[in-house]
């Protein structure tokens, strides 16, 4: 079993930054993992991924503002985001998928003021 714990989300003005962290927990193997959101009256739509070795894939909404990395000696992976924007508002999840299991955290709430 795998648990994952979110942390880092916050109320930010446009054009600021914040640090998301996601540390799993549990049987940890070799995984990728990723980062999604979730606005209101909307669908949950991945953010970014990275793989195990480190290759990664954004949402074109979030390229060059988002950088995901992870630490696997931590069994943690973060999500970078500047330059923020109002609509980067929603409740961001971590996810971690292995053995073609998925594992979702919580979420964490990121709001976005103009």
């Known amino acids: 079993q795998v648990q994952l714990m979110e942390s880092g989300g916050d109320l930010v003005q446009a054009g600021g930054s914040l640090r998301l962290s996601c540390a799993a927990s549990?049987?940890?193997?070799?995984?990728?993992m990723g980062w999604y959101r979730q606005a209101p009256g909307k669908q949950r739509e991945s953010v970014a991924t990275?793989?195990?070795?480190?290759?990664?894939n954004y949402a074109e909404s979030v390229q060059g503002r988002f950088t995901i990395s992870r630490n696997n000696a931590k069994n943690t992976a973060y999500l970078q985001m500047n330059i923020l924007k109002p609509e980067d508002t929603g409740v961001y999840y971590c996810?971690?998928?292995?053995?073609?299991?998925?594992?979702w955290g919580q979420g964490t709430q990121v709001t976005v003021s103009s």
């Open positions: 990275i793989t195990y070795g480190g290759s990664t």
């Open positions: 549990g049987t940890i193997l070799i995984n990728d």
């Open positions: 996810k971690l998928r292995q053995r073609s299991i998925d594992y």
